[in-house]
């Protein structure tokens, strides 16, 4: 692929000690470096509480990058770390700011840079909007270059609380120089569900309701709340996984063929899908969507405590761990198929999965004894595993006709002899370039949250029978029933 090289632009990281920047954002911006797609002329402000000076800085880059990237040449290493600067900083104060602002002008000017600005914010989410908000006030977005905030999930707790953050950032950034980062967008394999939709004769014309069962999108983990539980028993799947990447997953499966390949064009029909959600009554909820939580188990042949007895967790926590659900989308295309969604931790596998099952033809011709007939499915594997699976039948060889299943294999690491890049690293770069196809729209945001704050209106309030399901397992039987009261059942992830 030919190299590209990004603008000239200046990174200033909020949360430069933090968790994601060591293990996913200094090794995807060292590839971005090594590939010759960052740059030369680049800097990284780093801004958090605990280093004290550029030094330091530095060797905290460069022993994550040893440590979570790959790296061959220490030489190559310094010169990259060298672009690094830190500033140590109090989120809320203006002073900070302004020490910061000199920082930046005099990089600005050190390294040509055109006064273009990325303001990465890699920190608690309580801080998102304070921090939009003095970037303005402190005058760090005034600058003749481009302004762009990337900043991480969650993007709110709710709709409202989604509402005030935004108008929050609003203020200093336009729409469009608004990145939120929803990883899952950054996969290989997430970015080829539309490849593989419009540039495919043989699926576009099935791609619908005449020809389509159910499709069913599946991401389990194995691990449980590990030290995450401050956060995550105020979250829930639901909001943690359903909210943003499982819904996302849904609208590039389900939008209309985008009229050309834009970031308006596709997020205006990612829109519409989600416009076209049908909306459950509340009487309704526990019929459409499954809520779980893991009991003590085992994984992986060790015993693993239930949620309720992991670290920071309230005894008689209502928090899901798990979701199952089923949407419906009322349009043209897709009126009468259902789409499965479930997620959680704890379960048997890790692994995140769509599985497109299409209709039974019309007439079985070939039903006798010996014969195998399945539905057609066509498989895409998001994690760990990348690639596509399709099922077919065909004649099993031999004497007599008998049919029996196949499967025709595509997987990008054995076809493509490569580790397609991190999914940050991907979003880094459309970022530097300007390209937003990648990150969530706000009408995006705000439909999601609009969908899911009903349902967690009815379980907030509704003490669930938890935990019901065993780690280890692949959820709570209610989300089998889920799908045996429409005639189906979840195809198995494990070997499929
Ligand atoms: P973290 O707690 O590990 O790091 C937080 C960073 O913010 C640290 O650098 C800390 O010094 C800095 N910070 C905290 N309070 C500050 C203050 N008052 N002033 C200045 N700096 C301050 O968090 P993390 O895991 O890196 O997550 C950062 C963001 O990324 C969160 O929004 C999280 O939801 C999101 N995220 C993280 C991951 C991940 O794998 N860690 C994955 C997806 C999204």
């Not at 990174?11 to 000690?17: H, N, R, V, Y």
């Not at 968790?19 to 958090?48: I, M, W």
């Not at 499965?340 to 079985?364: C, E, H, L, W």
């Not at 045996?484 to 070997?495: L, N, R, V, Y």
Request: a negative charge; charged letters at 25%; one cysteine or more.
């Amino acid at each position: 692929m030919k190299t590209v090289e990004s603008p000239s632009s200046l990174i200033l990281l909020f949360g430069a000690t933090g968790d994601l920047a060591k293990r996913k954002l200094y090794p995807s911006l060292y590839n971005l470096y090594k590939k010759g797609q960052l740059s030369k002329r680049f800097a990284v402000v780093g801004v958090a509480r605990r280093l004290k000076n550029d030094a330091e800085l530095r060797e905290w880059v460069k022993d994550s990058i040893l440590t979570y990237g790959e790296s061959e040449n220490e030489k190559d290493l310094n010169a990259f770390t060298s672009h690094f600067y830190y500033q140590s900083h109090d989120v809320t104060d203006s002073a900070s700011y302004k020490q910061l602002k000199t920082l930046v002008d005099r990089l600005d000017k050190e390294y040509e840079l055109g006064g273009n600005r990325i303001f990465y914010l890699a920190m608690s989410p309580e801080f998102f909007g304070t921090v939009a908000e003095h970037l303005k006030e402190d005058g760090l977005t005034d600058t003749n270059g481009f302004k762009r905030l990337v900043i991480e999930k969650p993007f709110g707790h709710d709709l409202q609380s989604a509402i005030k953050l935004n108008n929050q950032i609003r203020k200093a950034f336009d729409e469009d120089e608004i990145y939120r980062i929803d990883h899952y967008l950054g996969k290989e394999m997430v970015q080829n569900i539309e490849v593989i939709r419009f540039s495919n004769a043989i699926f576009e014309p099935l791609w619908n309701n005449r020809y389509i069962s159910n499709i069913q999108i599946t991401s389990s983990e194995t691990l449980g709340v590990e030290e995450r539980a401050n956060y995550y028993d105020k979250s829930g799947a639901i909001r943690d996984m359903v909210q943003n990447h499982m819904m996302q997953m849904v609208t590039l499966l389900a939008m209309e063929p985008p009229i050309k390949l834009t970031t308006d064009e596709i997020r205006s029909e990612k829109v519409k899908v989600l416009r076209a959600l049908r909306p459950v009554d509340k009487e309704n909820i526990n019929k459409y969507f499954v809520r779980g939580q893991y009991d003590r188990g085992v994984i992986n042949g060790e015993e693993v405590p239930g949620y309720r007895q992991e670290m920071n967790v309230p005894e008689d926590s209502n928090t899901e761990t798990y979701f199952a659900g089923k949407f419906l989308i009322d349009n043209f295309r897709w009126a009468g198929v259902p789409f499965y969604v479930r997620t959680g931790k704890r379960m048997a596998t890790k692994s995140t999965k769509i599985v497109i099952q299409f209709k039974d033809i019309p007439m079985n011709l070939y039903f006798k004894s010996g014969s195998n007939l399945k539905p057609n499915l066509l498989v895409i594997h998001i994690q760990p595993d990348e690639g596509i699976t399709l099922h077919l039948n065909v004649k099993k060889a031999g004497q007599g006709i008998i049919t029996t299943p196949i499967k025709l294999n595509y997987s990008t690491s054995s076809v493509d002899g490569m580790n397609t890049p991190e999914a940050y690293e991907k979003l880094l770069y459309d970022c530097l370039r300007g390209d937003a196809t990648n990150f969530t729209h706000w009408d995006e945001v705000a439909l999601s949250w609009q969908f899911v704050d009903e349902i967690s209106a009815v379980w907030e309030n509704e003490p669930a029978n938890f935990p019901n399901y065993r780690a280890g397992s692949m959820g709570p039987k209610e989300a089998d029933l889920l799908l045996e009261k429409d005639g189906f059942s979840w195809w198995p992830i494990i070997d499929e």
